[in-house]
């Protein structure tokens, strides 16, 4: 019986050590964290033999092959003590994509990946597909494949799953845009991060389908020098594209896979706004179209899907203040996207864990939106070098609540408090979504 060792008992190993139990390995999970209670309960049903709290290397290094979350980096000394070993470090992605015969769209990409992996979703929920929803977001892939496997996934995918995946093939493959993100975990080289990003078209044949971003430029830079064999369909929004999507002169969206049939919608009738998510619709709409659901459907589904929570979410309006929760721009690059879209004077709070940020992109957009910039973070040296002299007011808070009484003592009617942190919460919150709960508790308190 193989050895099958998971690390990480989160949602994507738990998952895996159930399908793996299932295929009749020797499972053994271990987190160097606490468990979760519902985890340890799935565990504990499935008779699956787990640690927590620690790594036991004699229990880990006699593994088959290992199953990492990809939280934990390839740089570990964990992981090194594997490859020295020669056993094989993959992902769960990897690993539940042997046993499934389900067409996958695997969708990413430094930005929108969430949102367009979810539009993705719900247009072939809506089309009556039989779809399951994993990767980054939803359940667990090998969970599904365990329990009820579906005739299609939508899977959003991280760089850091990708870099764990070899064997696995996409179907249909998304590449929304690559600008810097991570950059810690890549050497703080763009390149290699890029090359990460293009692991989604590994091993795809002539009878898959890549769509990417022609208005990318990191993308399009890379493409030339990528062998890729699957039939290609680009989308922009600045030229007309053969085979993709693309605005015509009339600002109306155009899809088109089949030359016969396209779809056309205008951008006013979708229910997600701004540039990016034009972006964001384009890549769900060729997709969707690429596995046969109706024109009909897809214009319907682009029309009524609501976004999810911590994404440019409307919290409320305080005495002619509007407050928006952004806590999921992680990044610089969701940062310029959320402030391209203001129409407001723009309060920004901002800060967190810096992951090697660069936001001299910010700077135009902060000189021309931004009033105040409130930092939201245990250290806040380098937002403030970078905006000083900028705006107005630049001031600090440790909490959300004193970050949101601030914006609000700042705040006139008219104007927009933007929560856009450009960086990792782990610094004062549990994560992104803790900080976004917070800020909305906070809002909701004023």
């Known amino acids: 019986m193989k050895r099958l060792v998971i690390l990480g008992g989160g949602e994507s190993g ?53 199953v990492k979350s990809p939280g934990i980096p390839d740089s570990s000394e964990l992981v090194k003590a594997l490859n020295r070993k020669g056993i094989k470090v993959i992902s769960e992605i990897e690993f539940a994509g042997r046993y499934t015969k389900a067409k996958k769209i695997c969708i990413t990409g430094s930005n929108g990946k969430t949102t367009t992996t979810l539009l993705t979703y719900h247009i072939l929920k809506k089309a009556g597909l039989n779809v399951g929803l994993g990767g980054n977001v939803g359940e667990s892939f090998a969970m599904q494949v365990a329990e009820n496997d579906f005739d299609y996934y939508v899977l959003e995918l991280s760089s850091f799953q990708l870099d764990g995946m070899f064997e696995f093939k996409a179907d249909i493959a998304v590449l929304l845009n690559i600008t810097p993100d991570h950059l810690d975990r890549y050497d703080y080289k763009m390149e290699k991060y890029a090359d990460s990003k293009f692991r989604i078209t590994q091993n795809q044949t002539k009878d898959d389908e890549f769509i990417y971003c022609v208005d990318d430029p990191v993308t399009m830079s890379m493409i030339e020098g990528k062998n890729i064999k699957a039939k290609q369909y680009p989308f922009s929004i600045k030229q007309k594209v053969e085979q993709g999507a693309f605005l015509n002169e009339n600002k109306q969206l155009i899809i088109n896979t089949n030359n016969t049939n396209p779809l056309n919608m205008t951008i006013q009738e979708l229910a997600l706004q701004g540039k990016h998510n034009i972006y964001n619709s384009m890549a769900a709409g060729i997709a969707s179209k690429l596995v046969d659901v109706r024109k009909e459907t897809i214009r319907e589904s682009l ?41 407001n004077p723009v309060i920004l709070i901002l800060g967190g864990v810096d992951k090697g940020n660069d936001y001299s992109m910010l700077k135009d957009l902060v000189k021309e939106k931004v009033k105040a910039i409130i930092c939201l973070g245990a250290d806040n040296k380098k937002i403030i070098k970078a905006f000083k002299g900028m705006v107005e007011t630049i001031v600090e808070a440790h909490s959300a609540p004193e970050a949101v009484a601030q914006a609000y003592k700042i705040g006139k009617k008219g104007d927009t408090v933007l929560l856009s942190p450009a960086c990792a919460s782990f610094d004062l919150f549990e994560n992104y979504e803790d900080r976004g709960t917070q800020f909305k508790q906070a809002v909701r308190a004023l």
Request: aromatic letters at 8%.
């Open 14 to 66: 738990v998952g895996a050590a159930v399908l793996g139990m299932k295929k009749g390995f020797d499972v053994f999970l271990s987190d160097k964290g606490k468990l979760k209670d519902k985890y340890k309960d799935v565990l504990l049903k499935n008779k699956i033999e787990w640690e927590e709290e620690k790594h036991t290397e004699a229990l880990i290094l006699n593994a088959d092959e290992v």
């Open 303 to 343: 029309s009524d899907f609501h976004n999810i929570d911590h994404r440019l979410e409307l919290v409320g309006n305080v005495h002619g203040i509007e407050f928006i929760n952004d806590s999921k721009a992680t990044n610089v690059n969701s940062t310029w996207y959320a402030l391209e879209s203001m129409e």
